[in-house]
């Protein structure tokens, strides 16, 4: 906020929770940075070039491209520097979301103060950090234009250590401290040219946490005692499955900042998680259990709970850290361990349906569901373990996705719920492989949530082959619709005829985070956000209702690989 004190009504209550450290600094520490070498990521043209950041002169400044995220401008101060304090003098051009960062080498980077809801003019900082360089990282524009600064300046002192000021008594410190990712911080940026649906992020983010606490209200549960939670399921065959409870894991970390309770959540989910093994592989969780939380039908896993639960707890390391109750990252590694064991077939390198699967059954074995390829999980379990296995993991099922909608949908590049054959020419499945002889081969209630996940690792990381899929389906979905959200059927055919008619946020919902990767589907992506925002939770279905809110996560900036 810059020191200064400004009216957001209900967004600004929200995004309260959201700003770290921002001060008017009154460091003593003398002025580092004029005229020191500057480099920046574009310029908007001659006449705005970086060093117009350091010049001394507020009739000068760097402007970067238009119209583009993310964008950041460097300097360097020549040797290590403590930095006690950063002022930053904006044009119209500012920033919405943006980051403070040092560095001793220009190429690793330590935050030391990041917000969600700059509103421009000057932002006076008081930091602390050291490092070679500094940088301004913007990641979400205050305007449509680029970004601009009149003046960037650092003030430290080389070689020492920052000065220690007393804040003033208009500082305040966020319920938030301590987190390492609050919601709204916006700390990854997307891939560029990734589109979020139109509006401040601070609106954007008072929308979901509206959603998340009327989905919290509906499911959340604390229903059978011994410190659990449980994501309770009245749509699902049993009142506790494991991809609902991978679903809470997920959706409670990214809420930390926005929701004081969320790490209590999280660990009484994660002690569900722990105390309802599998019978086959203790490190995952069994996938079914029934109103007095026992687990039944088998107590075997299901892979897609475990996927997000191992996801989940990445995500709780990085949030948390794992020096409390749980040691968050060891049990992570545990589980992910466990499902390169028990979830891939050795044989394929692609995924199993759950741990029960298994050699004596071959149509089973060698069948997969396509809404558990979910390459940014497959990333984050690489860069958790350290294992390259997770990259040959992950390139099966990217070029799986590639075949099937190249030689089964080359005109609507949909997926089907199943797929058999995968150790010699997968197809769809034929019949029932798992649910449902009539739809195991078609687009439904699994492969409804493929755009999502699809969309999500391409949005993050601009991977051409995720980037390629998602937009395939955009197109098709755009054009069968005209443009109309209402007309989102539940379900297709792989050639893109209607099973039945529409409304079920399942299938509606993940749409949106495939519009996002396309650069002109602004208006069919606000389309889509003002479908979720008519679309009450519907407390029957956890189902549709846990997609929606990851998805408005997603497109809204907020989903991070950690």
């Known amino acids: 906020m810059g020191g200064r004190t400004t009216a957001l009504g209900a967004a600004g209550l929200v995004l309260g929770l959201l700003v770290a450290g921002t001060t008017i600094a009154v460091a003593a520490d003398p002025l580092v940075s004029r005229g020191k070498a500057v480099t920046a990521s574009s310029v908007e043209g001659s006449g705005f070039e970086a ?43 500012y920033a919405r979301s943006y980051r403070v960062q040092t560095s001793p080498d220009g190429s690793s980077w330590t935050d030391v103060y990041s917000t969600a809801s700059g509103d421009g003019g000057t932002d006076d900082l008081t930091v602390s950090g050291s490092g070679r360089y500094v940088r301004v990282y913007g990641t979400a524009r205050g305007t449509t234009y680029g970004y601009s600064l009149w003046e960037l300046e650092v003030y430290g002192v080389s070689g020492g250590t920052p000065t220690t000021t007393t804040p003033p008594t208009t500082t305040t410190t966020p319920p938030s401290n301590g987190l390492g990712y609050p919601f709204g911080s916006r700390q990854t940026p997307y891939a560029a040219g990734i589109l ?3 509006g401040s992020t601070s609106a954007l983010d008072a929308k979901i946490v509206d959603f998340y606490q009327r989905w919290k209200a509906a499911f959340v549960k604390q229903n059978c005692g011994n410190g659990w939670y449980g994501i309770y399921s009245p749509d699902a065959d049993h009142a506790y499955v494991a991809e609902a409870q991978g679903y809470g894991m997920v959706i409670t970390a990214q809420m930390a900042g926005a929701d004081p309770d969320a790490k209590k959540i999280f660990d009484g989910l994660l002690k569900f998680k722990l105390d ?21 039908n088998g107590s075997d896993s299901a892979t897609d709970g475990d996927m997000d639960t191992a996801y989940g707890l990445l995500l709780a390391d990085r949030q948390w850290g794992s020096t409390g109750t749980y040691n968050y990252k060891q049990i992570a590694i545990r589980n992910i361990n466990a499902i390169k064991k028990s979830l891939v077939n050795p044989n394929t390198n692609l995924l199993l349906m759950g741990d029960w699967s298994n050699s004596g059954n071959s149509r089973q074995y060698y069948g997969s569901r396509s809404s558990d390829w979910m390459s940014d999980h497959f990333r984050a379990f690489r860069k958790a373990t350290g294992d390259a296995a997770w990259d040959t993991i992950r390139a099966k099922h990217q070029d799986l996705i590639a075949t099937l909608q190249s030689k089964y949908a080359p005109n609507t590049g949909l997926l089907p719920d199943f797929v058999q054959d995968t150790n010699s020419t997968p197809k769809p499945a034929v019949g029932k492989l798992l649910e ?45 619709t005209g443009g109309d959200p209402n007309r989102i059927a539940t379900g297709y ?35 889509l956000w003002a479908k979720m925002l008519s679309t009450p939770v519907d407390t029957n279905t956890y189902f549709g209702a846990s997609i929606q809110l990851q998805v408005m996560i997603t497109v809204s900036g907020n989903h991070w690989i950690p």
């Open 51 to 93: 060093g117009k950041a350091v010049d001394g002169s507020t009739s000068t400044r760097w402007a970067s491209a238009e119209g583009h995220d993310p964008e950041w401008l460097r300097v360097d101060l020549g040797t290590a520097h403590a930095v006690s304090r950063v002022k930053l003098n904006w044009e119209a051009a």
């Open 196 to 198: 979020r649906p139109s």
């Open 276 to 296: 309802h093994p599998s019978i086959y592989n203790p490190d995952l969780l069994a996938s079914e259990q029934d109103e007095n939380c026992r687990s039944v």
């Open 436 to 480: 449902r002889d009539d739809t195991d081969g078609k687009y439904w209630y699994n492969a409804c949530r493929d755009p999502w996940r699809i969309g999500a690792d391409a949005a993050l990381t601009g991977d051409a082959k995720s980037l390629a899929a998602a937009r395939k389906m955009n197109s098709w979905i755009k054009g069968k």
């Open 493 to 527: 055919t792989l050639s893109g005829t209607q099973i039945q008619s529409g409304g079920d946020a399942a299938f509606f919902a993940p749409f949106a985070v495939a519009a996002s990767t396309d650069p002109g589907s602004q208006a069919w992506l606000d389309a």
